[in-house]
């Protein structure tokens, strides 16, 4: 049926140069595209999985990783037990395998640095990897943007990139990161333990110098929703928030 | 290229998979996909306006237009992020039943669709006529809830739902194929899911 990659094909082999398990659910996989390319901070790819018969399954996955990290691009994968693509990550695919990917892709959800700051970023769960594209990619480009994370995961041991995000958040270099777990204490003085509400919202917003000139929310459905809910009770106008939703 | 390793997999019902097109999978819920928050609108703050360039030719507001003639359509609708879904009931206005109100034949071969929330997207006015598309008020018999862009969205089944655009407020035809939202950022001008058009690079 597919007759593979071609010059003509948007769909390249990539081959999985390095794998890492970040939370009981969530592990990384690194891609090495054959044809290399540099993709904004918010975009993502497809990913497609061909059966011996034929069958193909195709998804789309965000990149984590900045644009000028070089050596490949990261993607987060989130373990659903129901899903067709994510258990072959994670029970089956091993560094050196080829898979084929299509990208970079999105329009949308970017953030460059000539659109400024400061910028406000909303994640509930997996929905941070995007995020950290744009918190990575501003740590490397352009410290002088001002960034503050809202980060909502269910537990401690889910906080996805944590030992990464809390290294940059010591630095005090105008990145904020601000966690709030919804099933668990609080670890830090400075976070939360409950849903994000428009309070919560107006208490990042006062970490930044001045109001955010762009805000992106990333996650299900019903977290962007509240998410997005609890940014405009904040003040945030809707025309300045920018929306990813997993469509579940 | 054969993935290692990758045979499992959800294929569809053989009965079915003539009706599921080219990478996508079929889904049996609903998701919600859209570029910002969701509008929160009254119905009394609804109106639906017929635009040629940025001359008004006809405007509605909601008690109006919902007296126009209503239809039903149960389509097949595919998103670009790869799910199918079968069977979903709509009822509505036609959109050829909104031009015979107002009166006028389509006086361009181009249209844009237009929302309240500034999201726009194109598509030819030949696949909005001809019993082909409606602006849709009611889903499974109820009131299109706002995550799926009620109080009224379009409805053009044929083309992915990027296309049927969610808080709908009005049709503007236009000279030229004018792109809209996402065709200014990436996707494709036209969106058959049959021919996978789903980024600007497919054919």
């Not at chain 2, 609108?41 to 609804?46: F, G, N, Q, T, V």
């Not at chain 2, 039943?97 to 009166?103: E, F, S, T, V």
Request: net charge neutral; charged share 25%.
């Amino acid at each position: 049926m597919s007759a593979g990659p071609s010059p003509q094909s948007p769909w390249q082999a990539a081959k999985i140069t390095r794998i890492e398990k970040r939370t009981p659910r969530v592990t990384s996989f690194w891609f090495q595209p054959s044809r290399p390319f540099t993709h904004l901070a918010g975009q993502h790819v497809d990913i497609r999985l061909t059966a011996p018969d034929g069958y193909q399954a195709r998804r789309s996955y965000s990149i984590a990783s900045a644009p000028e990290a070089g050596a490949g691009i990261e993607v987060a994968i989130e373990r659903l037990d129901d899903g067709e693509v994510s258990p072959f990550f994670h029970d089956v695919a091993a560094v050196g395998d080829e898979i084929e990917l299509r990208g970079p892709l999105g329009g949308h959800f970017i953030w460059e640095e000539s659109d400024g700051g400061p910028i406000l970023l909303v994640g509930g769960g997996s929905g941070v990897v995007p995020l950290m594209a744009m918190v990575r990619h501003r740590t490397l480009r352009n410290k002088a943007v001002p960034v503050a994370l809202v980060f909502s995961a269910r537990v401690w041991d889910e906080v996805i990139f944590r030992d990464e995000l809390i290294d940059l958040d010591d630095r005090r270099d105008g990145f904020d990161l601000v966690l709030t777990l919804t099933r668990e204490p609080a670890r830090r003085p400075s976070d939360y333990s409950r849903r994000v509400d428009p309070r919560m919202m107006v208490q990042a917003i006062e970490r930044l110098p001045k109001a955010p000139r762009l805000a992106y929310v990333c996650g299900s459905n019903a977290f962007v929703s509240a998410a997005a809910e609890a940014l405009i009770g904040a003040g945030v106008p809707a025309r300045i928030i920018r929306t990813e939703r997993y469509g579940v | 290229m054969v993935t290692r390793g990758f045979f499992s997999g959800r294929r569809p019902p053989s009965d079915t998979d003539t009706r599921i097109p080219p990478g996508q999978y079929l889904e049996q819920g609903f998701p919600v996909l859209s570029a910002g928050p969701t509008p929160r609108l009254r119905p009394e703050d609804w109106s639906f306006t017929l635009k040629q360039g940025p001359k008004p030719l006809k405007k509605w507001n909601w008690a109006e237009f919902n007296a126009l003639p209503q239809s039903k359509m149960t389509r097949d609708i595919h998103c670009v992020t790869a799910w199918t879904k079968f069977n979903t009931p709509w009822q509505g206005v036609m959109i050829d039943d909104i031009l015979a109100d107002a009166g006028i034949e389509p006086p361009t071969a181009y249209t844009l669709a237009l929302s309240f929330d500034g999201y726009s997207t194109n598509v030819p006015t030949r696949d909005l006529v001809s019993g082909k598309a409606m602006v849709a008020l009611l889903y499974e018999g109820k009131p299109i809830a706002p995550d799926h862009g009620g109080p009224a969205r379009l409805l053009v089944p044929h083309l992915y739902f990027w296309k049927s655009a969610k808080w709908v407020n009005g049709l503007q035809f236009t000279e030229r194929d004018e792109p809209g939202f996402w065709e200014l950022r990436g996707y494709h001008m036209y969106g058959d899911p049959w021919r996978e058009q789903r980024y600007s690079s497919d054919p």
